[in-house]
């Protein structure tokens, strides 16, 4: 109505910009630069039978700006449209920004590519409110996803600068799902610098019902930057095609500040139904996540059929396992942790990795001294890499908070490596703990150390533990 508080929707869309796909000719008819909205001129798009905006069928360029949909005209409350707030069916290069996207039946945003000549490709989604109301204080869920991209590829959520960030909360889905169906492709879509599960200012959580971003079958997916908290999950790999997939820079569970917990329901991220060669975090600078704060394990891998998936360089800590894992910061399996096996020949998740076991950290002429040994798959290359922790875990194994550096290794014919490294730190160091594990591993070894405890140069607490991982 006028007051734009009651519902007197139209009996399809509420806007629908569409192109007449192939012509006789076998032309694509495009309809494209359409401008739906702009700053301080936006449109109260509400209560109609269908989708809120579709753009369907050779829609390309065209710009939804600054509008209001699915909520009433004081975005506090909802005046859903039926199925979706922004529908991109068989359109590219649209830019959805600057929306108040909240209280739909469906999905927020919903980006698909059925069976056409063109491509749902190239779409950005950014500077978005959904799920939550116009302040990005409380709750207005959208019924199904925050964002959901099926069958689509090269579509980019969010973006690099501050400005592009959506918050993407509250919803009762998942907050991004990207899926793909047999036959089709979802390759290449970028999440980047969003929040998804905090409010607008990321001071407190208003989780979305699923996982904040879930990988289904999707392939090459980058995952960057992104605050996600408070959801039901953090990030879950799932489904036997979903592979290549990148997760780097994320604060999972815990706010930029990492003072704030938001942990997301059990586990920081689950990997299984096959998942493989994805990658979680890296040892180059700003590549690692931070996951931390979760009532699980910070990391959970189940499939036995997951496998080559690297975990590398993250902070971990503060994930409490339960009675039985107790603070795993990576597990395995489900069944705590994994004793080694000679030779490393047993199955499951990334092959059940051995750990390297270590003999003994040690303050010496001004250095840290690490020494270990590993034993796994004959003549191979493998990597160690190094962590400290603030504290010991009571458990015998703990986390890894922060990375430090990584030690080359290369088996015998045997399948045996030993190693004793200085750690490339300057001053008096004295690391209380080292834990080891490929980063396909799932448990790590608290090591006690010698004197004179270092106080690294970023912070005024005494180095206690470390933490390595091998590959």
Known sequence: NGYGTVALGNGLNGVQVAGSGVDATGATVYSSRNQIGAPGAGNLIAGNVANGVALVEA????????????????????????????????????????????????????????????????????????????IGEAALPNGGAGVGLQNASQNLIGGAAESDRNVISGNVGDGVIVQRSPNFSALQNRIENNYIGPNKTATAAIGNGGAGVHLFNAEVTTVHGNVIGGNSAGVTFAAPNTYGNVLTANFIGADP??????????????????????????????????????????????????????????????????????????????????PNDLGDIDIGPNKLQNYPDLIGVYAFDGATVVNGFLNSAANTEFAVDIFYNTACDASGYGEGQF???????????????GFSHVMSIPGQR???????????????????????????????????????RAI
Do not use: C
């Open 59 to 134: 829609a390309m360029t065209n710009t939804v700006s600054s509008n209001y949909i699915g909520v009433n005209a004081p975005g506090k409350g909802p005046l859903a449209n039926a199925l979706v707030g922004v529908l991109i069916e068989n359109g590219a290069d649209n830019v959805i920004e600057a929306n108040l996207i909240s209280g739909n039946a469906g999905n927020g945003v919903h980006i698909a590519d059925p069976p056409s000549s063109i491509e749902a490709t190239g779409n950005v989604i950014r500077a978005n409110v959904i799920g939550l109301n116009a």
């Open 257 to 338: 500040t990492q003072t704030l917990h938001f942990g997301n329901g059990e586990h920081g991220v689950f990997v299984n139904s096959n998942a493989y060669d994805n990658r979680i975090g890296g040892t180059a600078p700003g590549e690692g996540n931070v996951i931390a704060f979760h009532s699980g394990r910070g990391i959970w891998m189940t499939s036995a059929n997951a496998l080559g998936n690297a975990i590398r360089g993250n902070s971990i800590y503060d994930n409490q396992g339960d009675e039985i894992e107790n603070k795993l910061g990576i597990d395995l399996a489900g069944s705590g942790p994994n």
């Open 430 to 468: 004295a690391v209380r703990h080292v834990d080891g594990h490929r980063p396909r591993r799932q448990h790590v070894q608290n090591f006690p150390t010698v004197p004179q405890p270092w106080r690294p140069p970023w912070s005024t607490a005494p180095m206690m533990p470390t933490t390595a």
């Open 403 to 417: 990375y430090m550096e990584t030690i080359a290794l290369t088996t015998d014919e045997f399948g045996n490596a």
